[in-house]
């Protein structure tokens, strides 16, 4: 057996030794830091700070001063701290709109790939310029500093579509890791994290592709992977100058960025295509999803009063405003031609066409609707959090994606055959009822959205437990190095081994010449023997 | 909730709901074939087995009638179904011999590659005609095989080394996963698998690199991949036309085994160097390893006898047979020279130069040995089995490797700082003692061997349990097609996009072709214009 001193931990990190030599690791408390982002993105790690409140570890967010969703509540032990920044929520909610305006107006097809980059480039820049208030509110904010170099952390856990995480994380000398959703083409995971993604069936993320391609969907995803690297090259030239004045020392965005310990990725094999990945990322997809709960008096009353038919949770999320009237009234004309009882999330005026059979919130508890058995379908604008409440409840989907992953989504959901798409911009009252229609009598959707309801809940651990207990092994273990690739220690041509490729091209070439030159002097000496001996 | 009548499952898999929506799947019985190797191949799954029985389930294992470790036990409930082979025992003693006998002559170094290849090369061909008499002595079998159609097996479990599980799985209809420890240069987890190794930092298995490889080591490893697919191809010939023959449609022995469902390989981050991989690979290194028992009286009189100094075991594997008598003395002088006690497994003729301090056993309990506290040092010929008893208990190495894998995982063991090696053919008794003083005295070696210890325990879920685990998920779902990459639904040159690639090379000679026609008619234009002009 193992005596207890051989092992060398954190103090107050205490190891066990049970039966001879079985150990069990008990962390007694942790204390996390949070570099969350806003949005949706918020809404996703919460579920994560709660979790490890639960198992008694201390928990601090580090958030600006102008946010959407993060708030602290007085009734939670989580601590806040906040980034003083000069931007105001209006500027957040104006780059929402250029968000939802840039897939409106370019959403990627073939042809118009290069504007829908070229335009995403231009709202990173207006994101950049928002993102450095954070980071300058931090790094450049000694007394936020020495808090935070005071407050013992033993992790950072960030979400890095907000950037700098990692460099707060490096200034407080602690090691840090990652939950992220995806990077457009997922460019990030690529350049910064090193795992592999073969265009030729690894759908770049926003291209609205499958891994099953066509030659010429080949040809886009190819297109769509440089383009995008195009873009974040440029996009991280900025960041690399600020990255290098704060460490002091020539280095970029991406090699900062790879040193997460960790990727805690939001996805799951039930939604994502099967792809290469690397030991330090961690698939954790619908890790907030949970059993529903039993729903207000009024509202299970109008479930149960659809009978055999059964009702359709109708969201469009949390970041989208309301409908124009002309489109709310399309909507609602199509709804009030289903047998169902409809309970739609709406704030805006109540549509003149509005059926008896639907009903509006300001409101809905969508997880327990979506786990309610009489759940016959669920139109959603397919953000990834609502996705992954339909996966758990095998509940078929009508896609009206808007913007970011939406469409992407979606076509992941349809291609899985759970999902019928409608466009917001384009549909009619006909399209709506017929996608309606389908995923609820077609039993193939049903079918397919159990599959995947079974392939999520049949994992070894479950999603939030594999998320939590990757935190805590890299507070017990000061980090997870022996899951990072060497690949993070290689420039960009040893990677591809481009010297290699070149040295062994330059012997063979070697080689051939040599073995030409001795061929031609032979024949030349043979030819000149021929000669001598003939003119003997 | 979703109602019972909605989930499909295999009839005798019971699924339970249990609170509104968590899903507890009891798989009440399944009924697994196991298709294994000899040797060291059969101490591993036999684990598995052990632990299907267990939980439950019937096991049937289908083996030669010449086998070396692989027999049945009046006691278990393990079935075996005997298949008629005319080679015996002694061909393959001759064959391990031949597989020996390469390591020894040839050992890869830069300048033996070549011979080393080609030498494995002929070893493929001796193996091969082993093996299709297995293959024959099942499919053109009927008695045997419509014995296994009424088995009514779930899933049949091969170790690929054994080539023709998959075979017999598809001609029964039911799925199949593999369970692997390598295959050399990875050869058949890349082409079959589809999991990428960038040559740049994955070492090809069998080349004794790490993952840290300077340049002339980088070239080492791409000339070592190249030349075992080269090797590959040939041995795959013959069974290409087998496999297609038995199937009765032109295929291949790789496209086959890409059909597994589940590829269970039998290392962990702990021996491995991190690198890409697939959903459907599961890594469960040390899945038999488990906590050490007591020792036999005598034995632990022994072992308490040496006091703080502590023992040193030492085992050189089932596989081999005894040293000659000079190598023996030589082995014996050293061990003599240590303050340690030492369990010395060793049916030989006993050395004359055998300290006091040194025990001859015909047999050792290797793992309650390692699991002892008094365990300093293990002499081992690095065995993937041993090694992993090693990292299980935190004990440094002094590797003597033979064949096979063998040198490799001691240079794994090197280059994470627990082993020190020595060369059983050249090795002098002073090598071998400085090893074991460098290993026990150098308190590094021991600090590492704890390292990768706790990384070992300290996983979501323990080996054994997520390889049974996925072994009844692959019963339970019928498969796991959800986890295969489309990867395997493309041809090499889609794979790695040169259709792509040389479209867009032609797309754009094309645009070069016509700009520089327009210049160039422009031009002409101009010119013409311009000499009217001068002319008027």
């Known amino acids: 057996m193992v005596s207890i001193k051989d092992i060398t931990m954190p103090k107050k990190f205490v190891q066990l030794l049970v039966f001879n030599f079985t150990l069990t690791e008990i962390v007694l408390s942790g204390n996390v830091l949070i570099w969350p982002t806003d949005g949706s993105h918020w809404l996703n790690i919460k579920i994560i700070l709660e979790e490890l409140i639960q198992r008694n570890h201390d928990v601090t967010v580090l958030a600006s001063s102008a946010t959407l969703f993060i708030k602290s509540n007085p009734d939670s032990p989580v601590h806040f701290e906040v980034i003083p920044v000069s931007y105001k929520k209006s500027n957040i909610d104006s780059l929402i709109e250029h968000m939802i305006m840039l897939w409106i107006d370019h959403r990627p097809t073939p042809l118009t790939l290069w504007t829908f980059y070229k335009e995403l480039?231009?709202?990173?820049?207006?994101?950049?310029?928002?993102?450095?208030?954070?980071?300058?509110?931090?790094?450049?904010?000694?007394?936020?500093?020495?808090?935070?170099?005071?407050?013992?952390?033993?992790?950072?856990?960030?979400?890095?579509?907000?950037?700098?995480?990692?460099?707060?994380?490096?200034?407080?000398?602690?090691?840090?890791?990652?939950?992220?959703?995806?990077?457009?083409?997922?460019?990030?995971?690529?350049?910064?994290?090193?795992?592999?993604?073969?265009?030729?069936?690894?759908?770049?993320?926003?291209?609205?592709?499958?891994?099953?391609?066509?030659?010429?969907?080949?040809?886009?995803?190819?297109?769509?992977?440089?383009?995008?690297?195009?873009?974040?090259?440029?996009?991280?030239?900025?960041?690399?100058?600020?990255?290098?004045?704060?460490?002091?020392?020539?280095?970029?965005?991406?090699?900062?960025?790879?040193?997460?310990?960790?990727?805690?990725?939001?996805?799951?094999?039930?939604?994502?295509?099967?792809?290469?990945?690397?030991?330090?990322?961690?698939?954790?997809?619908?890790?907030?999803?949970?059993?529903?709960?039993?729903?207000?008096?009024?509202?299970?009353?109008?479930?149960?009063?659809?009978?055999?038919?059964?009702?359709?949770?109708?969201?469009?999320?949390?970041?989208?405003?309301?409908?124009?009237?002309?489109?709310?009234?399309?909507?609602?004309?199509?709804?009030?031609?289903?047998?169902?009882?409809?309970?739609?999330?709406?704030?805006?005026?109540?549509?003149?066409?509005?059926?008896?059979?639907?009903?509006?919130?300001?409101w809905l508890p969508q997880n327990d609707l979506l786990g309610h058995p009489k759940a016959k379908a669920f139109i959603t604008h397919g953000g990834t959090n609502g996705i992954y409440e339909a996966i758990y409840h095998g509940v078929p989907l009508v896609g009206v994606p808007m913007f970011a992953d939406q469409p992407d989504n979606i076509a992941h959901m349809k291609a899985k055959g759970t999902a019928v798409e409608v466009n917001i911009n384009t549909m009619t009252s006909a399209d709506l009822l017929n996608a309606l229609r389908t995923v609820i009598n077609d039993p193939s959707y049903k079918e397919n959205a159990m599959r995947l309801s079974r392939i999520h809940h049949d994992q070894p651990v479950k999603p939030l437990d594999r998320a939590v207990f990757w935190i805590e092994f890299v507070m017990r273990h000061k980090g997870a190095k022996h899951l990072r690739p060497a690949a993070h220690d290689l420039t960009w041509f040893q990677y591809h081994s481009l010297d290699v490729i070149g040295f062994l091209l330059a012997c063979a070439a070697t080689v051939i010449f040599l073995v030409t030159k001795c061929f031609l002097f032979s024949f030349r000496k043979l030819g000149k023997t021929g000669n001598k001996k003939k003119s003997e």
């Open 121 to 362: 480039g231009k709202l990173l820049d207006t994101f950049f310029r928002i993102n450095i208030q954070i980071c300058d509110g931090v790094l450049n904010n000694p007394k936020l500093m020495a808090r935070l170099q005071k407050g013992g952390y033993d992790v950072l856990v960030a979400d890095p579509v907000t950037i700098c995480g990692d460099l707060v994380a490096l200034k407080l000398g602690i090691p840090f890791m990652y939950t992220l959703r995806f990077s457009p083409a997922s460019t990030v995971e690529r350049h910064c994290g090193k795992i592999p993604a073969p265009a030729s069936y690894v759908p770049a993320a926003l291209s609205e592709l499958t891994d099953q391609m066509t030659f010429g969907e080949r040809v886009k995803n190819t297109i769509s992977y440089s383009l995008q690297d195009y873009i974040f090259q440029s996009y991280w030239g900025e960041w690399n100058s600020y990255y290098s004045e704060v460490l002091g020392r020539p280095t970029t965005l991406c090699e900062t960025m790879g040193k997460a310990e960790i990727w805690l990725i939001r996805t799951y094999w039930d939604f994502e295509f099967p792809r290469p990945y690397l030991p330090n990322f961690e698939f954790v997809g619908g890790l907030h999803c949970k059993p529903a709960k039993p729903l207000p008096k009024e509202m299970e009353e109008f479930v149960q009063s659809s009978g055999e038919d059964g009702v359709v949770v109708f969201s469009l999320g949390s970041m989208v405003k309301n409908l124009t009237e002309e489109k709310a009234n399309l909507i609602a004309s199509a709804l009030a031609q289903i047998p169902q009882k409809v309970l739609w999330r709406y704030n805006g005026k109540k549509p003149a066409t509005l059926g008896a059979n639907t009903r509006l919130y300001d």
